[in-house]
């Protein structure tokens, strides 16, 4: 599956505009439940008025609420951006850690979150599952977990550790561009002949 879905998606990169970990950590918190192309038309502003962890956490609350409108949530997205921002000037030198103890310590920041900074800045281990990282896990009989940290730890043991950043991030494109939720494309798909849920979209687990 890394060896087709890698060729499939060769040069792959996180599709979150961001030139610093500061950056990519503020858009992934607002990327919740948004898109990644809403999220790239607000930060540039975003990032222009506040370009520092520290700028941010002096921000109005109001003012980021404004910035972030679009992404939806915007009040608990600004509460959250800026709690991050000001934990980080509190307890990390307005850096951003690279451990996920600490990430996960940050208002707004999960497993999920902390994993996608950790692998794309860090190029430390780290397997970010959202919506479809789950879906396309369980049709290709991976797991039958649905809590995303289950399957996370679920897959963690399938996959190396220098490899799991690259994965979520094969499985994340796949799963927008061949595999949605409804109508997989399993006809144009590289793992339909070695996928369970192929022709279904639904998955028929194999695995004792």
Same mark, same amino acid.
């Not at 962890?53 to 910035?67: F, G, I, S, T, Y």
């Not at 800026?82 to 990390?92: I, K, N, P, S, T």
């Not at 879906?135 to 009989?141: E, I, P, Q, S, V």
């Not at 996370?152 to 595999?179: A, K, M, T, Y």
């Given at each position: 599956?890394?060896?087709?879905?890698?060729?499939?998606? !060769?040069?792959?990169?996180?599709?979150?505009?961001?030139?610093?970990?500061?950056?990519?950590?503020?858009?992934?918190?607002?990327?919740?439940?948004?898109?990644?192309?809403?999220?790239?038309?607000?930060?540039?502003?975003?990032?222009?008025?506040?370009?520092?962890?520290?700028?941010?956490?002096?921000?109005?609350?109001?003012?980021?609420?404004?910035?972030?409108?679009?992404?939806?949530?915007?009040?608990?997205?600004?509460?959250?951006?800026?709690?991050?921002?000001?934990?980080?000037?509190?307890?990390?030198?307005?850096?951003? @850690?690279?451990? !996920?103890?600490?990430?996960?310590?940050?208002?707004?920041?999960?497993?999920?979150?902390?994993?996608?900074?950790?692998?794309?800045?860090?190029?430390?281990?780290?397997? *970010?599952?959202?919506?479809?990282?789950?879906?396309?896990?369980?049709?290709?009989?991976?797991?039958?977990?649905?809590? *995303?940290?289950?399957?996370?730890?679920?897959?963690?043991?399938?996959? @190396?550790?220098?490899?799991?950043?690259?994965?979520?991030?094969?499985?994340?494109?796949?799963?927008?561009?061949?595999? *949605?939720?409804?109508? *997989?494309?399993?006809?144009?798909?590289?793992?339909?002949?070695?996928?369970?849920?192929?022709?279904?979209?639904? @998955?028929?687990?194999?695995?004792?």
């Amino acid at each position: 599956m890394l060896e087709r879905l890698g060729q499939e998606y !060769l040069g792959a990169e996180c599709e979150l505009l961001h030139d610093s970990a500061f950056q990519l950590l503020t858009a992934t918190i607002l990327s919740a439940q948004c898109t990644d192309v809403m999220v790239n038309s607000v930060t540039p502003a975003l990032f222009a008025r506040f370009p520092t962890a520290e700028d941010l956490a002096a921000a109005d609350p109001e003012e980021v609420e404004r910035l972030v409108h679009s992404t939806g949530f915007y009040r608990q997205k600004a509460k959250n951006i800026v709690g991050m921002a000001q934990d980080l000037v509190e307890h990390h030198a307005g850096e951003v @850690p690279t451990e !996920l103890a600490d990430l996960v310590k940050l208002p707004g920041v999960g497993r999920k979150t902390g994993n996608v900074v950790r692998s794309v800045v860090f190029k430390l281990p780290g397997l *970010p599952v959202d919506t479809h990282v789950g879906r396309l896990a369980r049709r290709l009989d991976l797991t039958r977990e649905e809590d *995303p940290v289950k399957v996370e730890l679920e897959l963690n043991r399938l996959i @190396p550790p220098d490899l799991r950043g690259d994965f979520s991030l094969f499985l994340i494109l796949h799963g927008r561009r061949v595999c *949605p939720s409804r109508k *997989p494309r399993c006809a144009d798909c590289v793992l339909s002949d070695i996928c369970p849920a192929a022709g279904t979209g639904e @998955p028929r687990f194999t695995r004792k």
